[in-house]
């Protein structure tokens, strides 16, 4: 399914929720954000983008904790959720929010954290006032273009399921984007580095 076909219904889905969406980038260097802005309107429901790149960006634009990183690393679903909580900490307008972690390649793996695997993150804003956030791990094969558009393609297509068509003759049919089973987190001293 084209990007901008799920683009287009996931801002028709936010718009009839009266919601709007953020989210927090590393591996995908901004490609999310581009992607949703692409469509005209977006403006209406798309709220903003961090692009955290290094560790020191996820710690001081997030609030990622030096100790998260330090024991599980950067790729991981644990800073995953830090930073997608971050986002909705910092961005008082955003309902949902999205983070994305990983290892682009075509280097930077480790036997424990190949190229190709992806950590996201998705937190709501609850009427309470707290935040529900989970995390969900990916491996994409190819390229690292491959790679990071793999991952885009994974977040339109867990918010399309997760927000659901507000009308049934609105439901779009899921476009699987990986080719992996979800993976568990694991430690490695050369987790600490940067998910480039």
Not at 11 to 17: E, F, K, T
Not at 88 to 99: F, G, M, N, P, T
Not at 176 to 182: L, N, R, T, W
């Amino acid at each position: 399914m084209k990007e901008a076909y799920k683009v287009k219904h996931l801002g028709l889905y936010l718009q009839r929720l009266g919601a709007r969406v953020a989210c927090a980038e590393s591996c995908t260097g901004g490609l999310l954000a581009a992607t949703l802005t692409h469509i005209a309107g977006a403006s209406q429901w798309f709220e903003r983008a961090y692009i955290t790149y290094s560790n020191e960006a996820k710690q001081a634009d997030l609030g990622v904790s030096a100790e998260t990183l330090k024991r599980y690393g950067a790729v991981s679903e644990e800073t995953a959720i830090e930073m997608a909580n971050g986002v909705l900490e910092r961005s008082e307008h955003a309902d949902y929010a999205v983070s994305i972690t990983g290892v682009a390649g075509p280097e930077g793996g480790t036997e424990s954290k190949p190229v190709g695997m992806v950590c996201f993150a998705f937190a709501k804003r609850l009427e309470s006032g707290g935040v529900h956030s989970d995390a969900i791990t990916r491996h994409f094969t190819g390229s690292r273009e491959q790679v990071r558009t793999q991952a885009v393609s994974f977040v339109l297509d867990q918010w399309l399921a997760r927000l659901g068509p507000a009308h049934e003759d609105d439901a779009i049919p899921s476009a699987g984007s990986a080719d992996s089973s979800p993976l568990g987190t694991a430690d490695s001293a050369a987790d600490t580095l940067n998910d480039n």
